[in-house]
């Protein structure tokens, strides 16, 4: 069994940044690709972010590129989400997931969930 606990989230003003942190244990990190989901209220879960489980690459939403990065640290079974210039629109709960495939591209990708942050940007 696999658990992903992610940290990070807050409330911040439009403009800010955070960084959002997801630790896995219970399995080998570096077998699983990783990726970042966000749900808003009353939305679908939608695909934010993704690093590769062995090369590192990355893909992201049109609507977060060049303001979010996603990375991983192996060494310490660790992704991060690098969320600049937020704004309003990116209030949503965020969460971490696992897949055992090469990379996630979608929810049927995901083979575990964290529990979510909760990230709120106010105007």
């Known amino acids: 069994q696999v658990q992903l606990v992610e940290s990070g989230g807050g409330l911040v003003q439009a403009g800010d940044s955070l960084r959002l942190s997801c630790v896995v244990s219970?399995?080998?990190?570096?077998?699983?690709?990783m990726g970042w989901f966000r749900q808003a209220p009353g939305k679908d879960r939608e695909l934010v972010a993704a690093?590769?489980?062995?090369?590192?690459?990355?893909s992201y939403a049109d609507s977060v590129k060049g303001r979010f990065t996603i990375s991983r640290d192996n060494a310490k079974n660790t992704v991060y989400l690098q969320m600049n210039s937020l704004k309003p629109e990116d209030t949503a709960v965020y969460y971490c997931?696992?897949?055992?495939?090469?990379?996630?591209?979608?929810?049927?990708?995901?083979?575990?969930w964290g529990q979510g942050t909760q990230v709120t940007v106010s105007s």
């Open positions: 997931a696992a897949g055992s495939g090469y990379f996630i591209k979608d929810r049927v990708s995901v083979d575990y």
């Open positions: 219970g399995r080998t990190f570096s077998n699983y690709a």
């Open positions: 690093v590769s489980r062995n090369t590192g690459s990355t």
